[in-house]
């Protein structure tokens, strides 16, 4: 696996110690929901204007059976974090790909989604390229993209390119473990269809976090490579 400095974005740094609006929740708030309720997801938005807005909100903190996670939130938020609960995949979705470059599409100050591992890691789908993101965003629709059934094994439209490709690509990271096979085959479509984003991972509140890119080879292979 390669290992190399990488422009990253700041706030995929910054997450432990991100503020919210006077009055409301931070990233400490939101831990100790996790913490009290493993078995369903909690959902946080930073800086957004308007909390009362979201069905079932706890002093701006969604808690639910399921996903609760919006797909966007307001044109005041930099980013939003929600955690995956116990028996779910680690690293983000297809769906988490694709919400974090829609909310990017609403916010021009957004940075990233953040997701809490039910192992205590860390991923965030930061917005590394935003014109990028936002072309991607205009030439594709939702449903070319995302699954409509929902829990399908990879998040992605079964009859898409980005199924057939995400799916190459996880046989081509099989050696490696498999939560970092899924994020280097996420990030391997995304550079392959320019989406704009770095999927990134911190093994623990007191980690860094690393970007687990790829570089594109000569006969159009890509190699994990990853760097903080």
Not at 43 to 65: D, K, P, Q, R, V
Not at 87 to 98: K, N, R
Not at 106 to 118: E, L, N, T, V
């Amino acid at each position: 696996m390669g290992s190399h400095k990488q422009g990253t974005n700041d706030m995929s740094k910054n997450l432990f110690g991100l503020q919210n609006k006077p009055d409301m929740p931070g990233f400490s708030d939101f831990d100790k929901a996790v913490q009290g309720d493993r078995n369903n997801e909690h959902f946080l938005a930073m800086n957004c204007s308007n909390y009362t807005n979201f069905s079932g909100s706890e002093a701006g903190i969604l808690h639910g059976n399921g996903n609760v996670t919006p797909t966007w939130t307001d044109s005041n938020t930099v980013a939003d974090i929600h955690s995956h609960p116990e028996g779910s995949i680690g690293p983000p979705s297809a769906s988490d790909v694709w919400g974090a470059m829609f909310s990017a599409s609403h916010s021009s100050s957004y940075q990233g989604r953040y997701i809490m591992a039910p192992d205590g890691s860390f991923y965030c789908v930061a917005i590394t390229n935003r014109t990028a993101a936002l072309n991607f965003m205009r030439n594709n629709t939702k449903d070319d993209v995302i699954s409509s059934s929902g829990n399908t094994k990879n998040g992605f439209n079964q009859k898409s390119e980005f199924a057939d490709d995400f799916r190459d690509a996880l046989d081509q990271f099989s050696g490696l473990d498999p939560d970092d096979a899924w994020c280097h085959a996420l990030s391997a479509v995304a550079e392959m269809h320019g989406m704009g984003i770095t999927i990134m991972k911190a093994e623990s509140k007191t980690q860094p976090f690393k970007s687990k890119h790829v570089i594109k080879m000569s006969n159009s292979k890509y190699i994990a490579a990853e760097c903080e």
